[in-house]
C-alpha cells in the first residue's frame, strides 16, 4: 500500500497525463456513440425492417474480442488515438443503439396513440413524449457503455493510444503488481466516478439536454479537426516500442543514450508492431531478431554497431531438483542443442506468421527433417507442462520439446505457452507450475538477475561469458539450471522497413541516429 | 357534420375491418357505434380523426373531405378518449390538459384559466389535483382527467372508445352518470365506440350496429330494439332485452297526455315541497323504477297534473302496465306501417 502510494507520488505526472489520455479516449468515443447510436436506435424503433439488422450488426460488434477489433482497426486507420476512439466507438454503440431501441419501444403505445390522436407531429411526440419517457433507460444504456469503455481504453494502449492501459500492461510485462495498481486504480475510479456524474446528469437531464447537445457539437467538431489532423501529420519519424522494452536495464533508456536517438515513441502490443510498420504507421520498431514478419513484410534489422544489445542466446531452463530427478527428459531436451540457426528459426517463425501453418506441424517437420521420432502423441494428464511468452518461436519450441519428450520418454507433457512476460513465466518455473521453457542469456541477465553495471559492462557482448555467467548466477541464485543453447540468437533489434532503410541509406543504428540529427537541423 | 361514403378499410395484412360503411353522424348528437368485439368499430373511429386511412370511399367533416386537411391540424379539432387513457406519464395532471391548447399556441394564461374550468368541469378540484402526476390517481381520476385533456381546445367533436371500459363497476356507473349529464351541457358531436350496450343506450342519441365491419343498422336506440332491421340485430339485443326496452323507453313515451304538457312529481314527495320534487318526463322508465325501489317511502306513485289537476297518478304496477300498452302499440305501428 505505501508502495503504491510512493510509486503514484514519484510518476503523479505521468498518470495524470494518462488519466487525461484515458478520459479523452473514453468521453469522445462516448459522445460519437450517443451521437450516432440514438439516432440509430431511433431508426430501429421506425422501421422494423431494419431493427433486427442493426441491433445484430451492433451486437456482433460486441462479441469481438477487443484485442482482435484493434488488431482490425491497424491496417485500416493505423496506431493512436483515431483507431482507438474508433473501436472504443464501437463498444459503445451496443448498449446504446439496444436501450434507445427498447427505451423507446417500451412507452405505452395508448400514450404515443393518444399523443398522435391529439394532433401531435411525429417530431412532437419523438421530442416531447417518447425521448423524455425513455430517457432513463437510455441513460442506462450510456452508463453502461462508460463503464465498458473506461474499461477498455485501457487496451488502447497497445496501439499507442496511451491510457491508463500503458502502466498496466508494462506492469503486466514486467510482473510488477504496483506498476499494475497505478493503471488500475486511476481506471476503476475513473468508471465509479463517471457512472456518478452521469446519474447526477440523469435526474436533472432536461435541464442539461441543451447544453449537452451543444456540448456534442463542438467536441464533434474538435474530434473530426483532431482526427484529421492525425492522419494528416505523418511525416514525423516515430519509433514503436513495447512496453516492457520501456521498463527494461537494456531497454529504451539505456539505448537512446547509446546511440543518442531522439525520436517520438509509440507505446504499443509487441504483436501488433510489424503490422504498424508495415502499414507505415511507425517507421522504427523495436523487435525480435528472429521474428517471422521481418521475412514476410520484407523489413530489414539495422546492426547494433555499438553492441548494445547484450547476446540473446535461446536456451531451455528447468529447476535443478527437476533437472536431477528426470535426467531421461533432460536428455530428450537436449537432443535439439545447436541444432536451430538464427536464420532457421527466422523462417520457422515466418512459416507460422506469414504462411499461415500451425505451430504443431512446423515443429514436427522441422524435428522430421532432424530424423527425430515425432510419431506418438499422448493425450492423457500432462507429468510436464511446458511454458513460454507470446512470441510465435516459444509456441513452436514447446511443441518440438513435446514431442521430444513424448516420444524419448515415456511421460505425458501439456503446454501452457503464451504467458505475457518473462517474470509471469519465471514465476511460473519457480513456484512449480511449469518444469520448461525457453529463456534468452540477455534477458535472464537483465531481467532476472540484474547485475551491477560493472558486472554487465565486463561481460561485454561476449556470448559465452554471458551465458555462463548468467547459468551460474540462475543457480546459485534461483536453484535454476540453463541447459545447452539452442544455437539461435533472438536479440532486441531495431527494424525499419527495407525499401525505406535502403531508400535513406540507413544500414545501422548509428545511421539511423544520424539520419535523425541531420533531419532536425533542417 | 361527419358523412361516411361507402367507407372500406382492408389491413395490409388482408383483413376487411370496414365494408362499404355509409352513413351520416348530425351535429350536436351522441353518436354509438356498437358490435361485438373485432366487428371493426375502432377502425371506423380512427379513420374519423385519420389515424387509419381508408382504403377506399370518403369522409366528409363540416363538409369538407378529410383527406384534404392536415391530419395533425384535423385531429387537434377532434377530441380523443380512449380506453387505456394514456396520460402523459411524464406531464402534470395540468400539463397533460394544457396539451392541444399548447400545440395551437394559446397563451399561458389563458389555458390556466381553461384547464383550472375544465377540472372542476369534470369533478377534480384544480387545487388538488393540477400538479399531480397520473400515476398518482385512481383510474376514474385518470379517465376524467383525459375527458378534460379531449375537450381542452373546445372542439366541436369528440371520439371516444370505450372510454369507461377499464372502470370498476362503480366508478362506471358514476363516471357515466357524470358525462352524461355534462353532454346535455357541452352541446358537441359525440362518437362513442363501446360493446356495452347498457352504455350505448344511456348515452347515445342514435346508434349505428355493426357486424364483420357491414353496418346492420343505424338508428335510435328504441328503432333498433323494436324495429330490428334483420335477424342479426335482433338477436344482438336478445339476452337483455327486457332491461334493454326499459331504458329506451321513456316517462313521456308512456303517458295519456302526449305532447309533454303539465307536470310531473314524486308522491310522496322527498323534500317538503312537492314543486320541488319534480321528474323530467324525458326519464328513462327504468331509471325510474330503479329510483322507486331506492325511495324509503311506501306506495310511491308518479302524478301528473296539468294546470294545477291531477291527470294521472302510476305505482309501480300502472308504470309496468304502460310500459307493456306502448309496447303493444309500437308493434302494430310496425305491423301496419
Ligand atoms: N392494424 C391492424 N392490422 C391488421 N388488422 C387489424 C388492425 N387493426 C385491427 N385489425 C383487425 O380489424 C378488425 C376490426 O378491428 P377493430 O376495429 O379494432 O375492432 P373493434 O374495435 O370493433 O373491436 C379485427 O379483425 C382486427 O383484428
Ligand atoms: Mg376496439
Redesign the pocket.
Known sequence: MVDLWQFIVSNQAEILDQTIEHIGLTFVSLLIAMAIGVPLGLLATRLEKVSGPVLGAVGVIQTIPSIALLGFMLPLLGIGALPAIVALFLYALLPIVRNTYSGINEVETSVTESARGMGMTGGQILRKVELPLATPVIFAGIRAATVINVGVATLCALIGAGGLGEFIFRGIALNNSIMILAGALPAALLALGFDFVLGLLERNVSKFLKPLSYGLAVVLVFVSLYSVSTVFSQDQFRIGVPPEFLERADGYKGLTQQYDLDMPVVEMNASLMYQALDNKRVDVIVGYSTDGRIEAFDLKVLKDDKNYFPPYECAPIVKEDFAENYPDVIAAINKLAGKISTQQMTQLNSAVDHKGQEERAVAKEYLQVLDFRTEINRQGDPDILIGGKLQTEQFILAHMYRMLIENYTSLDVGLRSGLAGTQIVFNALTNNEIQLYPEYTGTGLHVLLPPSKQVTDSLGNDRDAVYNYVAEQSLQQFNIRWLQPLGFENTYALIMRREQAEQLGIETISDLADYLSADEIE | MIQFQTVTKI???G?T?VDELSFHIREGETFGLI?T????????LKMINRLVEPTSGTIQINGSESTSQDPEELRRQIGYVIQDVGLFPHYSVQQNIATVPKLLHWDERRIASRSEELLQMVGLDPETYSERKPQSLSGGQQQRVGLARALAANPPIILMDEPFGALDPITKRQIRAEVSSLFKHINKTIVL?THDVFESFELCDRLCLLDDGKMQQIGTPQELLFEPANNFVDSFFASNRFQLELLSVTLSDILEQKNGEGELYWSPPLKEEQEDDEVKPNRTLYHILEEMEQRPQENLAIIHRVEKRVIDSLGFSDLLDRFQQYKRKRKRREQDG
Open positions: 389491413f395490409k395484412d383483413t375491418a358490435g368485439s373485432g366487428c371493426g368499430k375502432t377502425t371506423t365506440v
